[in-house]
Every structure is written in C-alpha cells, then in structure tokens.
C-alpha cells in the first residue's frame, strides 16, 4: 500500500483499499475528555489530499477552523433556540417555537445547513403568502427576523460561510390607517363611557398614552400621588402555550420611563385606589390581587385585555367610530398632546419611544382643530404685516 509523508508531517497520506486517497490529521483535543481529536480528508489522488490537508492546517495554524457543520437546518434550529436564546422573554420563546415548528422545518427542516439556499428560504416565503389562508407581511417579516438571526449565529459560529437570507426579497408591509379620538369626538367619547364598568380603563388610557399591558400592568407601587408621577416599567402579559396565565414582565423595548399625567388622571387613580379598598374588604379571604394591580376585577383579579377591547369596541361602534381599537386611545392621546402645544421631546418621553424623529413622523398629521388653528394664526400675521406695511 504506497505511502507519503504529508506536508510540515501534520499526517500521513495513504492510499485505502477501495482506491481513494486519505489522510489523517489532528484538530485539537477534546475538551472534556482531553483526548486527540482526528479528522480525514479524501481525494482521488495523493495530490489533491495534500491540497485539501494544506488547507486544513493553515485554517488550523490561524485560527479560523471549525468541523464542516454536518447538522440539518432543523437540528441546527433546536440547537439555536435551546442554547442562543436564553435572554428572550417567554411569550418571545413561544413565538420563535410556533413559526420553528409551523412554517421553518416542514419546508426547509431536513435540509444540510451548509447547502442551505437564498432561493429555498424566498420559496418558503412565496409560498406563504400565496397559501388559501395567506400569511400578512408582517407576518412573514416576523419570520424572516427569526430565521435571519438563528442563520446569522451559524455564520458567527462559522457553521456556514454567509447567511443566505440576506438577500431575500421581503414583502412590504402597509401602514395600517390610524384611527384617532379628536376634536369634538372626545368629548361625545367621554359622555359615553360615563358610568361605564371600565370608564377609568379608557380615560386614565386616553389621558396618559399607555399601551395596554402597560395600563393592566400598572401596579400600585409604581403610582407616585405625592409627586404626581408613574413609573413605567412593566406590563401585563399573557404566556403563550396552553394554559398560559397572564403575569408581570418588563416592557417590549426594556426600557422604562416615568411621566407624569395630568391632575386629573392622578385624581381618577386616587378614586380607584379608595373603590379598590372597599372591594378587598367585601372580598376579605377571597381577594387575590398578588401582583398588586391598580385595575382589577371585584375579586382583585387582572383585568382580561379581551374583555376590555371588547367593551372599547361596543362603545366606539355605538358612536359611529368604526375601526377605532384600544391602541387607538394611545394615538388619540398623542395628537391630543400635540393639538395643545407638546414638543415633539416631551412626547416622545411620554409614549416611550426611542427617537423624536419617530414620533413625529408616526403623529405629525394634522387634525381639522390643528388646521384651523395655523390658519388663524396665518391671517394674524397677515393682518399684522398689513398694519405695519
């Protein structure tokens, strides 16, 4: 059996029985066990194992090698999602494993990583959309986000070379109309929910810009009546797997904020708090209010986000303010801060968003009371150069 030396003598070539070359080289040692760890390159010729084995131990030499990933896309995925997202919240996990298990390994999930294609991954998403109950674009967006960033850690890992849904085309995604509370409106708004079961609910959310889980997560300690402030640091929200309870977790972006409503809102927490304390003395034993939540039911339980939306929902309906939501009471505050003179930064401030600039592009339009007003103050200034012309 003829025999070479292989290059620096990092291994020896052979030539094997069934006519292929090969030869047997040393990467490293096991980190657990300490033992040698040897891998093979093959060839059909002497000359081309030794090219294959020169490169091997220059990328060994450097630094830069790692075992060519030999694991599927699904199996890569599992080891992913176990292993690399570990700082997610639950209801994020829950996510990432229904569109894993639902759209990404039943298209794509037997596949080797390494011959893992742009194309492949575009097909999943063409086909998605045009399936008898299509996925929104924002939909496929959520998972291209999933896909791209466990694709992303195998190139960090150098498990593949590049991440081939960089150059995927994803669908646009159409701004949803924004639906507001404005001008004469909130007034009828108010005049409606008087006397309502969730009247505080909507007006505390309407007068201070908070989104949903923020409002039902708002707890007692963070209500500062002396001070007139709210600290804004969680929100309530549902686990999502069966069974799934609702509880206290940081905000979406992790990034808390105090603001401070007006007086008013401050005086509608202050009458909750007083009802609050009547309800825990009729319940006595049976109060449950663990999180201490500043809106519950009469048992001291969390309020259903469902049960709210609905209510919102007959209310605005009853007013002919169709396709108003209970974010919407979030965007009406907005444009009610900027009617009555908020800078674009306070604002910001408030909603809790990362840039001004994001505000106002998300809330500078323009009501029929904020035309009016700019109108007037033209013709003022008209008049007042025609006084002084």
């Known amino acids: 059996m003829a025999r070479g030396r292989a290059p620096n003598g990092s291994g020896t070539i052979r030539k094997r029985s069934d006519g292929r070359w090969e030869c047997k080289y040393c990467v490293g040692n096991d980190p657990g066990t300490g033992k040698i760890i040897r891998k093979s390159v093959y ?7 030794a090219k294959k084995l020169r490169k091997a131990t220059a990328s060994i030499d450097d630094g830069t090698y790692t075992e060519a990933a030999k694991l599927t896309v699904g199996q890569w995925f599992d080891v992913w999602y176990k292993d690399f997202t570990g700082d997610l919240k639950p209801s994020t996990l829950s996510q990432y494993d ?11 999930g037997a596949l080797p990583l390494s011959s893992l294609s742009t194309h492949t991954i575009q097909s999943l998403y063409n086909k998605l959309q045009r399936q008898d109950k299509p996925l929104s674009p924002k939909t496929i967006r ?3 986000g999933i896909l791209h960033s466990c694709l992303e850690k195998a190139v960090g ?27 004469d409106d909130v007034g009828r708004f108010l005049d409606a929910i008087r006397g309502h079961e969730y ?23 963070a209500v500062d009546f002396k001070k007139g402030r709210i600290r804004v640091y969680r929100q309530l929200q549902k686990e999502r797997k069966v069974g799934g309870d609702f509880r206290l977790v940081s905000l979406k972006n992790s990034k808390e904020r105090t603001i401070t409503p007006p007086p008013h ?33 009469a048992a001291g339980r969390y309020v259903s986000p469902s049960t709210v939306y609905k209510s ?5 309906d009853g007013l002919g303010l169709d396709g108003v939501r209970f974010h919407d009471l979030r965007h009406s505050y907005a ?9 674009p930064k306070t604002l910001q401030q408030n909603m809790g968003h990362h840039a001004a600039g994001f505000t106002l592009d998300r809330y500078g339009h323009s009501s029929d009371q904020m035309k009016r007003a700019s109108a007037d103050r033209m013709e003022a200034l008209i008049a007042s150069l025609k006084r002084n012309g």
């Open 98 to 108: 229904t569109y894993i298990k639902t759209h990404i390994k039943p298209h794509m």
């Open 142 to 144: 959520n998972l291209h």
């Open 157 to 183: 890992l150098a498990y593949i070379r590049v991440n081939p849904s960089d150059a995927c085309t994803l669908p646009r995604v159409e701004a949803r109309e924004m639906k507001t509370i404005a001008d």
């Open 312 to 316: 919102l929902k007959r209310v605005v």
């Open 335 to 343: 444009l009610l801060s900027l009617q009555n003179g908020d800078d």
């Open 265 to 297: 809102v401050m005086r509608l927490l202050e009458a909750i708090k007083l009802q609050q304390n009547k309800d825990r003395l009729r319940a006595g034993e049976a109060w449950q209010n663990s999180m201490n939540l500043v809106f519950t039911n």
């Open 43 to 49: 060839g059909k010729s002497e000359s081309e194992v």
């Open 199 to 221: 009247e505080t609910v909507f007006a505390v959310d309407l007068f201070s810009g908070l989104r949903q889980g923020e409002l039902l997560g708002l707890t007692w300690g």
